[in-house]
């Protein structure tokens, strides 16, 4: 799931304030025994009531496809983050553009090696025309230089990226496993020089 560099097409998800259950409706994660995240994603946007098909809703729209979601404002509203987020991973989603993110939302995903990156409304705007106009648009994106790259729009933007997910992706683990495996190796390096803990 994590990444370092990553070029792709996108999908553009023209929606402010998408839900958690929007993203997964809760009575669908209740019984996780036999459950596909991906499969759920944006279930009741995809799906009419009668559960043919909603061939208008983006994500059913062979023309786009990718790993990067290019999203509204404010997106991941709600509680319970984790299973939105493994619906995303499970998608094929790697990361999410957005002009904002929910405060929850963005913690959680820092957790879990989903890799998320505000820009301005304007500069979100101009991605979406541009991939509307071209499903095919490639996007770049370097965690180590930090920059999202389109080379067709001559476009290069800085983004801010917390060094530690950074250390996540290059470990390949959700911050958690990091955290816990940073904890052991300084204990070790202690024990073996007997330095007081």
Do not use: W
Not at 9 to 21: G, H, K, R, T
Not at 32 to 55: A, I, M, P, V
Not at 94 to 116: M, Y
């Amino acid at each position: 799931m994590s990444f370092l560099q990553l070029k792709s097409s996108c999908i553009p998800l023209a929606m402010d304030n998408a839900s958690i259950e929007e993203i997964v409706p809760a009575r669908l994660s209740e019984d996780t025994s036999d459950f596909k995240f991906g499969e759920q994603l944006f279930y009741d946007h995809r799906h009419h009531e009668d559960q043919t098909l909603n061939t208008a809703f983006v994500l059913n729209n062979p023309a786009y496809a990718g790993h990067i979601l290019l999203a509204g404002a404010n997106f991941g509203v709600g509680d319970s983050a984790a299973s939105a987020i493994l619906a995303l991973l499970d998608y094929g989603i790697k990361s999410i553009v957005a002009s904002s993110f929910d405060s929850r939302f963005k913690i959680a995903a820092e957790n879990l090696g989903l890799v998320l990156i505000e820009v301005p409304a304007t500069l979100l705007q101009d991605l979406m025309i541009a991939v509307y106009t071209n499903p095919r648009l490639m996007v770049s994106i370097d965690l180590n230089t930090q920059t999202l790259t389109v080379r067709a729009l001559n476009l290069v933007y800085h983004f801010p990226f917390n060094p530690f997910q950074m250390l996540c992706q290059l470990q390949a683990v959700p911050s958690m496993d990091t955290l816990a495996s940073l904890a052991k190796t300084l204990r070790e390096f202690k024990t073996e020089r007997a330095f007081p803990i």
